[in-house]
């Protein structure tokens, strides 16, 4: 399944992703998804057998951090490694802009979300210790990019290697 998965830039018509967010979000967060979807400077898209099934917003904080803003799958394309594929696809993408942490900030409550990125590496991290490596003024500013709100907790991965980014999961890459 996921060997079947490409991911394409979302291009300027955005509109007609909307209805993946609806699917995946609700209220206050469908209603920040959807002007996100609009306002960021990328939007990835997954097509399975040509057909839009998920998508991520990826954030650039800084010259170093990437940040995975939203990340969601259609419905019926879930548990199928989708998810996976956007997220694998975003983290190599950060890496090769050579960002080497990468964060996210995930709702208690959303046990696929936490599956997806502890999958993959992230672990849970907070204010604290971001204030321990980038100092408190430079903490405060990236917290505040990142949006945390109450009942979410802030998750990290460090990439250090390339091959940890490159799973060799088979996943097929086109045009970003
Ligand atoms: C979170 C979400 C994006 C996951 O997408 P998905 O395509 O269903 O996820 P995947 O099928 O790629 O699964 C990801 C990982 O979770 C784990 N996983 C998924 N389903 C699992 C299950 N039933 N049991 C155990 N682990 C599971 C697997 O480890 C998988 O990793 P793998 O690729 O190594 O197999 C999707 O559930 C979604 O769109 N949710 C609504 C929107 C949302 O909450 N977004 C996140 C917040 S921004």
Redo the contacts with the bound molecule.
């Keep these: 399944m996921?060997s079947d998965v490409n991911i394409v830039d979302a291009g300027v018509d955005r509109r007609r992703y909307e209805w993946i967010l609806e699917e995946?979000?609700s209220g206050l967060y469908l209603w920040h998804a959807r002007r996100t979807l609009h306002s960021a400077e990328l939007v990835m898209v997954a097509l399975v057998e040509g057909e839009p099934a998920?998508l991520v917003i990826p954030k650039r904080i800084g010259s170093d951090i990437g940040y995975v803003y939203?990340?969601?799958?259609a419905k019926r394309?879930?548990?199928?490694?989708?998810?996976?594929?956007l997220l694998d696809h975003t983290l190599r993408f950060f890496f090769e802009e050579g960002r080497r942490e990468v964060y996210a900030s995930?709702e208690d409550d959303?046990t696929?979300?936490i599956?997806?990125f502890t999958?993959r590496g992230f672990r849970p991290t907070g204010f604290e210790e971001l204030r321990r490596k980038y100092g408190g003024i430079r903490a405060t500013k990236i917290y505040a990019e990142m949006l945390v709100v109450r009942g979410e907790t802030l998750y990290v991965l460090e990439l250090t290697r390339r091959d940890e980014v490159e799973r060799g999961r088979g996943d097929s890459y086109s045009a970003t």
């Excluded at 939203?70 to 799958?73: L, Q, R, T």
């Excluded at 394309?77 to 594929?85: E, K, L, S």
């Design positions: 996921a995946g979000f998920g939203y990340i969601a799958v394309f879930r548990g199928m490694g989708v998810g996976g594929v995930i959303n696929e979300s599956r997806l999958s």
